[in-house]
């Protein structure tokens, strides 16, 4: 049998990689050792760096796959994966290595999009949104035609962006009226 070769690929709508093999490996520590794994975005200025959370083997006797969950990925940027071939790693039901002409792929990111945590009058005129992560300060999240509300309630600037929360300068509120929030970041 030959040495196996790799396939990679983000799952859709998680933080997680998948590296399938052409050959059923042997489930033991260098399958699951994480410093045989390296993610690294092609730019790093445009991309968050994979950490690693946990690598999970297939649940059979020989996997023909493994997934690594990362703390993240930036959707749609390429990222470059590499396995250790050189002193050690993982290696198939025979013992071989896994190929070295095939121990480097590129993937695209995916992960999971930042929900809206909560939204909550501040002030009069302002207002605090928490989202579900922490969030790139970036142009568009500054960008106050992003933000829209219902009932005439308007949206003057952003007044800031500091981890998951982003602050908004709104028009005078007025009491006990409930506003509804859409915000357009694509």
């Given at each position: 049998m030959s040495n196996p070769t790799i396939i990679v690929y983000g799952l859709d709508g998680t933080s997680t990689v998948r590296v399938l093999f052409s050959n059923p490996m042997t489930d033991n520590d260098e399958l699951l050792d994480v410093d045989n794994y390296t993610i690294t975005p092609l730019d790093a200025g445009l991309?968050?760096?994979?950490?690693?959370?946990?690598?999970?083997?297939?649940?059979?006797?020989?996997?023909?796959?493994?997934?690594?969950?990362?703390?993240?990925?930036?959707?749609?940027?390429?990222?470059?994966?590499?396995?250790?071939?050189?002193?050690?790693?993982?290696?198939?039901?025979?013992?071989?290595?896994?190929?070295?002409?095939?121990?480097?792929?590129?993937?695209?990111?995916?992960?999971?999009?930042?929900?809206?945590?909560?939204?909550?009058?501040?002030?009069?005129?302002?207002?605090?949104?928490?989202?579900?992560?922490?969030?790139?300060?970036?142009?568009?999240?500054?960008?106050?035609?992003?933000?829209?509300?219902?009932?005439?309630?308007?949206?003057?600037?952003v007044e800031s962006v500091s981890g998951s929360e982003v602050v908004l300068k709104t028009s005078e509120q007025t009491e006990g009226t409930l506003y509804l929030l859409t915000i357009s970041l694509t």
């Open positions: 991309s968050v760096p994979a950490i690693y959370k946990k690598i999970i083997a297939e649940n059979k006797t020989y996997p023909t796959y493994v997934d690594i969950d990362c703390t993240e990925m930036t959707i749609g940027q390429t990222y470059n994966f590499e396995i250790n071939v050189s002193t050690g790693g993982p290696t198939d039901f025979e013992g071989n290595l896994v190929d070295p002409a095939t121990g480097v792929k590129t993937f695209a990111g995916t992960g999971k999009k930042p929900t809206i945590k909560s939204v909550e009058a501040t002030g009069d005129d302002e207002c605090k949104i928490t989202f579900s992560e922490v969030m790139e300060n970036n142009l568009d999240i500054k960008n106050p035609t992003k933000y829209t509300f219902d009932n005439g309630l308007t949206v003057l600037s």
